[in-house]
């Protein structure tokens, strides 16, 4: 069975560092595209960061030089390291796997239950 | 940077009637790569369409994607208890990054 479980968040200080964890089951992270993916609280979907099965990775603008995604393939999971944390950084941190790692398979086929991340002083 | 505008913000209906949701595109999106996602209170989003039109596994038949390069809509031709969620669309085409609508709420009337 596919699944990712998330791990690694809670509160930080603004301006503070965090790491989050994605532990696959089932399936190979570097056989995937692996997405992290946000939700403020009361607020829509964001993409925030991926890394194609072949290595390259994507960041939204507004993480952009601040958040770094990689992966480990022995442990067989995917991070997601954030520094200079701000408020507006505040959300439940989904990570999301791709069906497969061809063009046409790069939909969120498993999502993880999330870890809340909250940025205050 | 594709922007996906998803209309109605709310839609109040009761069980057994038809609801249409709208998902808009800024561009056109890259050979129909569209998903769709359903979200409960509490809970991870679960994929329910992809490519525009194709139902993952263990989706009921009532829900029906359609539509291509700028305008695509998820149909639930009849709704059950089951169904009053929130939903988003999705791109996943071409180069990050991989733009969400605003989501369209669909609450019991």
């Known amino acids: 069975e596919v699944q990712v479980v998330e791990t690694g968040g809670g509160l930080i200080q603004p301006g503070g560092s965090l790491r989050l964890s994605c532990v696959a089951s089932?399936?190979?992270?570097?056989?995937?595209?692996m997405n992290w993916v946000r939700q403020a609280p009361g607020k829509g979907l964001e993409w925030v960061s991926n890394?194609?099965?072949?290595?390259?990775?994507y960041y939204a603008d507004s993480v952009k030089g601040r958040f770094t995604i990689s992966r480990d393939t022995s442990r067989n999971t995917l991070y997601l390291q954030m520094n200079s944390l701000r408020a507006e950084d505040t959300a439940i941190y989904y990570c999301?796997?791709?069906?497969?790692?061809?063009?046409?398979?790069?939909?969120?086929?498993?999502w993880g239950q999330g870890t809340l991340v909250t940025v205050s002083s | 940077e594709i922007v996906l505008t998803q209309s109605p913000g709310t839609l109040s209906l009761t069980p057994g009637e038809r609801a249409t949701l709208s998902c808009r595109a800024s561009?056109?999106?890259?050979?129909?790569?569209l998903a769709w996602y359903q979200q409960k209170p509490g809970q991870a989003p679960r994929l329910l369409i992809y490519?525009?039109?194709s139902r993952t596994t263990g989706i009921p038949d009532r829900f029906t994607g359609s539509g291509s390069g700028t305008d695509f809509t998820l149909t639930i031709s009849r709704l059950e208890p089951e169904d009053f969620a929130v939903y988003y669309c999705?791109?996943?085409?071409?180069?990050?990054?991989?733009?969400f609508g605003q989501g369209t709420k669909v609450e019991i009337k």
């Open positions: 999301a796997s791709s069906r497969g790692e061809t063009y046409d398979e790069r939909f969120f086929d498993s």
């Open positions: 089932g399936f190979i992270v570097n056989r995937k595209y």
């Open positions: 561009q056109s999106v890259t050979s129909r790569s």
């Open positions: 490519a525009a039109s």
């Open positions: 999705q791109q996943y085409g071409g180069t990050p990054p991989w733009t």
């Open positions: 890394i194609y099965a072949g290595g390259d990775t």
